[in-house]
């Protein structure tokens, strides 16, 4: 029993004191009266407590509370509410005892009452309700919901739309503000009859649709069915109001009605609790399940945040794993793009440095004339500026892990400086004069192969092979297509929060076009292609209309080797043997071939 809800039960009566805040039916009424001209009215129909509290806090116009919300709150439809699961009435009466009054506030309330309950008089009923401090009435479950033989024998039993007309009528003399909840012409104009104070049409179930054409033709089916339900209530226009429920999901669904009709509010259910809740909850388990323990292992297709199944990523994890536990220096190196931040990171979190500092310097973000300063740090003095003394990133990473990326854009003395740390193990700051000794593990990383750069002279070769006990090399995105699904499930999993909206997947159209691309910006770039289709398309399931792939271009020494037809008849020929032998794996094909997945599609669609 809730503390502000005080009950007494005397002799079999229920004599109701209670303590639950009222609102005035005549404000209600003045607040109908004003959805003519002013903002729309919005009403929310909760099924919990917690949404009650929601809307409330969020200002909604008034809460109307039906039997079909306990079944929303339960997993299922509103269409719940007309099987025999229980009394519609005592339903609705115990959701607004135990949760929904507790937390309306000064916010008015309407009840369902449903007008062919035999098991209490109506008006003990609404007597009941009245002293509970409901403010308005709507005839629910509604009869409108059922048709065909059984509709026929509910009406010819008196049990039907005339019955919920003759409540809605006590219910106004009882001093309640009044709702006809109507689906067709008939209902409507036996509610105006009564003189009901405002009209709820409803012109359909809420759903979510993923395809957006469905989701705009059913959107116009209701606008037409909505002009069709008001316009029988022409005659009492200035009297009374009209609200509806139907498929909006959305606020810019909302506009399109108000757009194109002359409604004065919305209704809604589903839309601020079925819909909006799932969503939430399966995308924050979703994202829960998908933390991995990096620090108990891994598993074939996750470490830490980096992800693929494909041998070469199995390849780079086992490295990683049998790397950072040795106190060495490692060289990384990939294309931009390829996760070379991560591999570091990891690094140092699975090392025995994992409790101390992890500093990055970006030596390419740095002038020429600061990267002393950086690394080392300066006294004050040391040179025009140099107002107060700098630590630099040596004294910073003392005892854990200094990350130097894009290394290969140090400048000669920079590198002379570098090399000189590594052989001694200690710096000097800039101006000056006492060594000071660091304890650092040296990781770099570099875009730009750097035994190249040694061999061109670019790159001293003391330093690399200083840097250069164990290399990690990462692989491009195009030589491990195998990982997109992966990769792009860990996207849309980031993106569902971020964007606060559900995205199921993407199509295979849309998969298909990701296979095809050549991917120069390699993950970063397969990130910011679905973040934009994210932003630009509506449906749960992306299309990828907005991308257009680019397939890597041929060397201009393939194209040299024979003509056109000849290669491609020969390629193509080659592909096929291989994809035979391979038993059908065209990994296994495009590694006996030693090329990529891609060139192997290719090759077999020439």
Known sequence: MFILDTVMYTEGMRTVSSMYPKSSPQGFKERLSAARSERPLLIVVPGSGLIARCAVNSNADALMVLNAGIYRSLGTGSLASFLPFGNANDQTESLLREQILPRSKDVPVIAGVFAADQTQPLRDRLKTLQDLGVAGIVNWPAVGFVDGTFREVLESEGLGSDLEAEMLAMAQEAGFITFGFALGVT????FIKVEVDALVLDVGLTRVSDDVRAKRDDLHRAITRLNQLSKAADDQRDSVQIVFGGPIVTPE?????FRHTSIHGFAGGSVFERLPVRDV???????????TMSQRGHTTETLGEMVGGSQAMRDVFQTICRVAPNDVTVCIEGESGTGKELVAALLHRLSSRSNHPFVTLNCGAIPESLLESELFGHEKGA???AERRRIGKFELAHGGTLFLDEIA??????????????????????GGDSAILVDVRILAASNRPLHKLVAAGEFRADLYYRLNTICVQLPRLRDRLDDIPLLVETILADLRARLNREISGISSTFEKKLWEHAWPGNIRELEQVIHRSAILEEGSILEGWSFVPEPEEETAMTKQIAPPSIAASSNHRKAVEA???AGGNKTHAAAALNVTRKTLYRWLKK
């Not at 209902?187 to 036996?190: D, I, L, M, P, R």
């Open 383 to 385: 040179f025009t500026g």
């Open 253 to 257: 669904d909302l506009s399109e009605v």
């Open 409 to 430: 854009d140090l400048s000669p003395h920079a590198q002379v400086a570098l090399l000189r740390v590594l052989q001694q193990r200690e710096v000097t700051r800039v």
């Open 281 to 291: 909850v399966e995308t924050t388990v979703h994202r829960f399940k998908g933390v």
């Open 187 to 190: 209902e409507v104009q036996k």
């Open 579 to 581: 994809l035979l032998k």
